[in-house]
């Protein structure tokens, strides 16, 4: 794999203005760097909103693609033909419901779960990087990844001709490094957590000149995440919800949907609103609720032990800002453990049919918890966000869902197992009871 590095299109872009550290303001070109060479914090888009006020309504948006890509002006690319294969406007299904089992009134679902091409959320953030990657001249793409973003980076390199070497931990759900596999790629399969892989990459990223699009290209990126709030502002019929509720692993997507929120509230997009942020981690991997729970500012990193992969990053780097977020809109973030994750699953399956891996089964499973602790309102409009499909975390749920009833092809067998089948029913709904 070779690389060669072009800089004709390295200068200011669209409405992009540039890069900005969030912790010092230190400017930069919209370049392939991601952290501030005067204090070492990391490096975000910074855009020309007064331009996007003049040049963007909702009927501009209405008229772009049934993609992410209707938002191409909030995002930091400067092509007329990004590489678009269907990524976002996924539903947000009013679940009913789930909110009847919870006693909630207005829920709903952004369900990511069915996002294309590779059925998670990071088909939209890796839309965004792969399109600006192009741009930068970048030939070859990769990305250390706990197994979506691994899917995303190899199907979308494939569609748009990239080169592409991806690094997952070797102890991945089959699912998910078969969906990798299946375009292409070189896999590096990494005997280590997701933070020495990562770790790992950010040294081949130094020697390689390649395209990491959560690490050189991280700016660019993350600001994907921020389609999702663009998203439920519009499906909301250009309103913000009161209340969301999402997964945190980095906690990239959790400010960034919170980004998006302010930037249509800047240029007039929808009214202003106070939406309060509520995050979601599993136990065995938890540094950010751990955080919030002890009222500390910073965070203490972990050794991940989830079955909740996708999430389980130990050393998050955008910890410090989901904290801030949740803190400064009135929300909260929990945790669940293992045994709940899978009741998270089920309970969304079995109430809304929608089949969501570990993290939507984290984020349900909190939600739960919140609405227990009365810490929703059941009279609010809450988002919960589903960012991943069951599908590739099929062991997560093994052993916990029952079995088919196996009958001969006869009237009185199939009438015997049904039998057998309602009694079953009967004693578990007394279980529940009880």
């Not at 293992?338 to 089920?346: C, F, L, V, W």
Request: charged fraction near 20%; aromatic fraction near 8%.
């Amino acid at each position: 794999m070779t690389q060669a590095i072009t800089t004709q299109n390295q200068g200011k872009i669209s409405t992009v203005k540039g890069l900005k550290c969030k912790e010092c303001g230190a400017e930069y070109e919209a370049k392939a760097i991601h952290v501030c060479e005067f204090c070492f914090g990391p490096l975000e888009v910074a855009y020309d909103y007064d331009a996007l006020r003049r040049s963007v309504t909702r009927e501009s948006i209405q008229a772009g693609p049934n993609s992410i890509w209707r938002y191409r002006a909030f995002l930091p690319v400067e092509t007329e033909n990004p590489i678009d294969v269907g990524t976002g406007m996924t539903p947000l299904v009013r679940a009913n419901r789930l909110a009847r089992r919870l006693g909630l009134k207005k829920l709903y679902i952004k369900n990511d779960a069915v996002n294309m091409p590779t059925l998670s959320f990071k088909d939209r953030v890796v839309s965004v990087a792969l399109t600006r990657a192009r741009e930068l001249g970048f030939t070859t793409v990769s990305c250390a990844s706990t197994g979506n973003l691994a899917n995303s980076t190899a199907a979308i390199a494939a569609h748009a001709g990239l080169d592409c070497c991806v690094f997952i931990p070797a102890d991945l759900e089959a699912g998910k490094i078969l969906g990798t596999l299946i375009y292409g790629p070189t896999v590096m399969a990494v005997q280590g957590n997701y933070d020495q892989v990562n770790r790992l990459c950010c040294e081949v990223a130094n020697t390689q000149g390649w395209g990491f699009v959560n690490i050189n290209l991280r700016p660019y990126y993350s600001e994907g995440s921020k389609t999702l709030g663009y998203e439920v502002a519009e499906q909301l019929g250009w309103e913000l919800p009161d209340h969301i509720v999402a997964p945190l692993a980095s906690g990239s997507l959790f400010t960034k949907i919170y980004k998006g929120f302010q930037e249509f509230i800047k240029v007039g997009l929808v009214a202003d609103k106070s939406v309060r942020f509520s995050g979601a981690q599993a136990e065995g991997c938890s540094p950010i609720a751990q955080a919030f729970r002890e009222n500390r500012d910073f965070v203490q990193p972990v050794k991940p032990s989830t079955i909740a992969k996708s999430i389980a990053i130990g050393n998050p780097a955008d910890g410090i800002y989901a904290l801030e977020v949740a803190r400064k809109t009135g929300g909260n973030i929990e945790s669940v453990n293992d045994a709940e994750i899978i009741e998270g699953m089920k309970l969304l399956a079995e109430t809304e049919g929608i089949f969501t891996e570990t993290a939507g089964g984290t984020t349900i499973a909190v939600l739960k918890k919140l609405v227990e602790a009365g810490k929703i309102d059941p009279e609010e409009t809450t988002v919960v966000y589903i960012t991943g499909n069951g599908l590739k975390t099929q062991e997560a749920v093994q052993g916990y869902i029952g079995e088919p009833l196996t009958i001969e092809p006869k009237l009185d067998s199939f009438e015997r197992a049904l039998e057998r089948s309602r009694t079953l029913e009967r004693l578990d709904w007394q279980q529940v009871l009880v």
